[in-house]
């Protein structure tokens, strides 16, 4: 049985099944957010000229798969979407235009749309979808001419990312677009540069839906994890000496280590984080658990340090 269990998971893993799951808070937030920016773009479209016809809402779907599922992925940004959009209907509707409306047509109307989307840094696949609206919606696609690419294209597109937007707002781990989420810091982690990152990603010479956040975020976490507490000690805990968690963004926090009253007690200030300047105290085993490395101010920021010797 564990043998065709292990052929099984093989095949999933050759298929690109993903092995990690979200949590139901995260499905849940996916599915009622696209749920209400659906219905901005249904509620839009209705109003646009031509809104009696939803082919449209195929690619809006599709895109809002992509914005709420993978909120942070290179394909779901505001600039992918909204470019990727407006750049294929333009060139779907430049096709059905001056060449015609069949299915050679389309077969050029999705290549160029790749072509122009890679050489624009706008990829976003539902787009291609889009195009072929433009070419294979109908008579009452097409004779819309141009204004197609305002009503409903643009406009539906501009109701998806602001309604993204809004409903991202509240979550810190989904803000949208992703370079709203992350609060960065230029030391940590403290072997691996942001241009280092940046350099990898250019190396690939292949696109990858993945941006330099997240990366650096898989990284510290797997480096928490890999490193545990980092081998500190009761001992180790001196006052004055500085103390972090490892967390990403608006969770990263920096301890400072006080007198305290107990021996197994552990007084320390809040130095860097939401609560910055507070004083708090815990066990020195809980204060253990919470410790992923210690840290020292270097100028303006924090470096890692690797003992506390």
Known sequence: MLPDRNRLASLMRWL?????SVSAKE????????????????????AMPGGDNLLILASSGASAVLIFVVPHGRLSQPWPVLMGHILCAV?????????????????LTVSLCILAMSLTRSIHPPAGATALTAVLGGTAITDLGYSFVAAPVAVNMLAL?????????????????????WQRRAALPPNVARSD????????NTFMDINEDDLMRIYELARRHADGSGGITPTDLQIGCFFSNGEFGNAWEVREILPAAGHDQVRYRISVGPLGGEIGESTVSQFIDWVAYPVTKDADSWKRMTSTN
């Open 16 to 20: 690109g099944a993903n092995s990690h």
């Open 27 to 46: 499905q849940a937030i996916a599915t009622l957010g696209s749920l209400v920016a659906m219905a901005a773009v249904l509620t839009v479209s209705y």
């Open 91 to 107: 060139i779907g509707v430049s096709c059905a235009k001056w060449i015609g409306t069949g299915p050679i047509t389309a077969i």
């Open 161 to 181: 990312v602001g309604a993204a937007f809004l409903i991202n707002l509240p979550f810190r781990g989904r803000r949208y677009p992703a370079a709203f989420q």
């Open 197 to 204: 990152v940046r350099f990898a990603l250019s190396e690939m």
